[in-house]
């Protein structure tokens, strides 16, 4: 299929920037929490978001900077906010949410999301989420820059570092995280020793304390947010009323592991894979990119990945497309598969456009747009709706999850000349190219950064919790592998891993299925495990294939598994209480 028109991927561009972007409901300068003024326990205000959703709730919690210093009398002040349980009659307490990132607001996370988080869990339950030190409201903020135009010049600089082109453009990357650490010495040193995910344990056991459940977490994460709920769970292992964690990384790995993220994205030349294979499935009518045979489809991209590693493109009236910035668009394309590949338009539409050469055609306002998908990829995006750091002048933002990260882990390969042997001995025309660009990027901060005031003396192993955790992951996950959730469940015996057999960045977002509802709303609702045995089919499959017959083409319609209803589950639990 050829596209004679660029403007179906215009289109989904547009609508796709849009909506990522938004900044969060509140639409005021500073969002919920400007007019908050931050309490040691735990003083719960309205916060009305113009969603669907009522009853939001803010809080500013103040909390000991170092959890492991009582003669420390710095604090940080968490934003928290939450929304009230709708069944009083079966109240379950509070469910923490943490989105991941690390550096993702769960503020905005649940302003955004709070009627699919009912759904998920329940409505027994007050669901409650907050901003980790470091993130949206938070303060104090963590900026390792002098000011906001600053950070987004380092931050557009590094799109086009993200890849490893060649050796001089790995050393340019490897001195700008220097200066960027740096940065963080000068203009954050007050902060950045405190940031660590330990700390942010020690916060989440605090808040849950303050909220009457010290011993009785319920706990639902996804990515990063596994590193929190399991570090969490190895330091209070008895605290453990319900922990699910989806899209699973290691955390001895996380913590312990220089080389952790060698591996975290071995699966992502997989879910490339599969794109070609469902490209060719769904036929000329339906992928854009299709060509003769599975084959065809898989060297055309590399033919087009060759090309841009050599020079970039033109990207409408005026800009230009490098490498670093293909493979950004292509890293974000493999976390959502079912909406990121195909329909209004998608990863098929920007390799056709590539193939065809007409990526030159896109209007300014597209272009504009599509560069703006890709900072996604890069953590550029900043909200503007979050406080303002009253000493510093700055806020939390984009780029700070990789500070995050170094904190936590200090190892790294060293000087630069002992990172270039294994970057080029890597380098593929496939999609193992993160390895190359986080290597260069975290490995090099990691030098530079602080180790925190608290992190794990030693890799946890034989946790036994009060109640098994429940580990959910895809098959093929490009950011956390499934091997990850199988290593880390092997940390707390009795855990179970639901696996399902999809390609994206966790089972919820990208591969959701009444399989995988089932077994969440069942673990937080009774006393009920899924089966390890378990492997759910997803709902769905890009270009509208058949999950139970995927080789047979595109089916016009959605699919959808064949498990138990959800509404079909709430009533027989509700039956069990009763």
């Known amino acids: 299929m050829r596209l004679n028109t660029p403007s179906a991927f215009v289109l989904f561009l547009q609508v796709l920037c849009s909506s990522a972007q938004s900044n969060s409901p509140f639409g005021a300068s500073q969002g ?11 003083q719960w205000v309205p916060c009305q978001a113009s969603q669907s959703v009522s009853g939001f709730e803010c809080a500013r919690l103040l909390v000991p900077r170092n959890h492991t210093d009582q003669s420390d009398t710095g604090t940080f002040s968490i934003a928290m906010a939450r929304i009230r349980a709708q069944d009083q009659t079966n109240y379950l307490g509070p ?10 607001s769960g503020t905005d996370f649940l302003f955004q999301r709070a009627a699919s988080l009912v759904e998920q869990v329940g409505k027994g339950y007050d669901i409650v989420s907050w901003d980790p030190r470091g993130v949206g409201s938070t303060l104090p903020a963590l900026s390792c820059f002098a000011d906001p135009a600053s950070r987004a010049a380092a931050l557009e600089q590094e799109e086009h570092l993200f890849l490893f082109n060649n050796d001089s453009t790995l050393e340019d990357l490897a001195a700008r995280q220097q200066a960027t650490a740096a940065g963080c010495q000068k203009y954050a040193n007050e902060v950045l020793p405190y940031i660590g995910t330990m700390a942010n344990v020690r916060d989440l056991n605090l808040m849950n304390r303050l909220y009457g459940f010290s011993e009785d977490l319920t706990y639902l994460a996804y990515s990063y947010g596994a590193i929190l709920g399991s570090a969490y769970a190895a330091t209070f292992p008895k605290n453990i009323k319900r922990l699910a964690v989806d899209g699973v990384l290691d955390v001895n790995r996380w913590f312990f592991d220089k080389e952790f993220l060698l591996t975290s994205y071995i699966d992502s030349d997989k879910v490339i894979d599969e794109f070609f294979q469902y490209c ?22 590399i033919t087009i990945d060759n090309s841009l590693h050599k020079a970039p493109v033109a990207a409408g009236p005026s800009r230009q497309l490098d490498w670093s910035q293909f493979r950004l668009y292509v890293w974000n394309a493999l976390k959502s598969p079912t909406t990121s590949w195909s329909g209004g338009g998608g990863l098929d539409k920007f390799l056709a456009l590539l193939d065809d050469r007409k990526l030159d055609r896109l209007t300014a306002t597209a272009a504009d747009a599509l560069f703006n998908y890709i900072a996604q990829g890069n953590n550029e995006i900043t909200s503007t709706d979050t406080l303002v750091d009253p000493v510093s002048g700055l806020r939390n933002g984009g780029g700070n999850s990789a500070i995050i990260g170094a904190v936590d882990n200090p190892y790294s390969f060293g ?33 530079y950064i602080e180790t925190p005031a608290e992190r794990p003396l030693k890799p946890w192993a034989d946790i036994e919790t009060s109640y098994p955790l429940l580990f959910l992951n895809n098959v093929r996950d490009p950011l956390t592998p499934l091997q990850d959730a199988l290593s880390n469940s092997a ?30 709303f069942t673990y937080f609702n009774s006393d009920t495990l899924p089966d390890a045995n378990t492997l759910c089919q997803p709902g769905a499959l890009p270009f509208n294939l058949d999950p139970q017959n995927p080789q047979g083409g595109a089916t016009g319609v959605a699919a959808t598994d064949s498990a138990v209803s959800v509404g079909k589950l709430k009533r027989r639990v509700r039956r069990e209480r009763r």
């Open 491 to 520: 940390v707390f015996p009795g855990s179970i891993v639901l696996r399902t057999n999809a390609s994206g960045h966790t089972t919820t977002f990208a591969a959701p299925s009444n399989c995988v509802q089932q077994a969440v």
């Open 280 to 301: 060719f499935f769904a036929g000329e009518s339906v992928c854009a990119f299709w060509h003769s045979s599975y084959a065809a489809i898989r060297q055309a991209f």
């Open 95 to 104: 469910l923490f949410v943490n989105p991941g990132g690390p550096g993702s």
């Open 415 to 447: 000087d630069i000349e002992s990172i270039l042997p294994f970057l080029q001995s890597e380098r593929v025309t496939s999609t193992g190219y993160l390895v190359q660009s986080i290597l260069g990027s975290r490995g090099v901060l990691n030098n």
């Open 32 to 42: 919920a929490f400007v007019d908050i003024t931050p309490s040691a326990t735990l």
